[in-house]
């Protein structure tokens, strides 16, 4: 049964730091990888998709990487700025969607501005 | 365009009544997911349609839930006698049809917010 685990679980940083968050899993055979955003008391936005076969995804401030052998993604956010305070899901597809996502329970980020 | 919809966003019931909750996924997305989230045990998985497939049921928590799917669009998650555990919020995703390279991003609706009293 796949397992996903986010580390840290909160992180607080100033306003314009870089900063790395990090999710892993157990089960390498997945299908793809996909990090969401979720601000409070709403539905979750998705960020980036990766697919097995790609190493990392960029959209604007945001890149993902993955290493499906070692079980290993991480969501690099540059610049952070106060609008990116939210908590940051990672989720892996291991049964071709079929299964649904299987979810880490997040890392809730703060940024001082 | 318009995104996956829910109602209704907040929904308070008293232990032991029914309760339908719904899902109006976005226009074209074959695939429609419904997902759990409970305080402090993260997003768990319930179901998946394809279409107008019948559905693995194996991820519902118990036999009180159903879910269908009406003419692969509109999605009702139905749960029967609810028990204060089922107090979560109830969210809903969609995406166009599942690949050889496994499903496509996933987009999902504002939740519904149970509270069963």
């Known amino acids: 049964k796949q397992e996903v685990t986010q580390i840290p679980a909160a992180l607080s940083v100033p306003e314009g730091e870089n900063l790395v968050l990090n999710c892993s899993f157990t089960?390498?055979?997945?299908?793809?990888l996909q990090w969401f955003r979720q601000d409070p008391g709403k539905g979750l936005t998705s960020l980036l998709l990766?697919?097995?076969?790609?190493r990392e995804q960029t959209s604007g401030r945001l890149n993902a990487s993955l290493d499906k052998s070692s079980g290993r993604s991480t969501l690099y956010i540059a610049a952070s700025q106060p609008g990116d305070s939210a908590t940051y899901l990672c989720?892996?597809?291991?049964?071709?969607?079929?299964?649904?996502?299987?979810f880490g329970k997040g890392t809730h980020l703060i940024i001082q501005p | 365009g318009a995104g996956v919809s829910q109602s209704p966003s907040n929904k308070v019931t008293e232990k032991g009544k029914d309760v339908e909750l719904r899902c109006d996924p976005i226009?074209?997305?074959?695939?429609l997911y419904w997902y759990r989230q409970s305080l402090g045990q993260g997003l768990e998985f319930l179901i998946y349609?394809?279409?107008?497939?019948?559905?693995?049921k194996s991820g519902l928590p118990s036999d009180r839930f159903s879910a269908e799917r009406t003419g692969g669009s509109v999605s009702t998650l139905t749960i029967q006698r609810t028990q204060q555990e089922d107090s979560a919020v109830y969210l809903c995703?969609?995406?166009?049809?599942?690949?050889?390279?496994?499903?496509?991003?996933?987009?999902f609706g504002p939740g519904t917010r149970l509270t069963v009293t």
């Open positions: 989720a892996a597809d291991s049964g071709g969607g079929a299964d649904g996502l299987t």
């Open positions: 349609f394809q279409g107008n497939s019948a559905p693995d």
């Open positions: 990766i697919q097995s076969s790609q």
């Open positions: 995703a969609s995406s166009l049809a599942l690949s050889a390279s496994g499903a496509h991003e996933q987009y």
């Open positions: 226009s074209g997305h074959t695939a």
């Open positions: 089960d390498s055979a997945i299908y793809n």
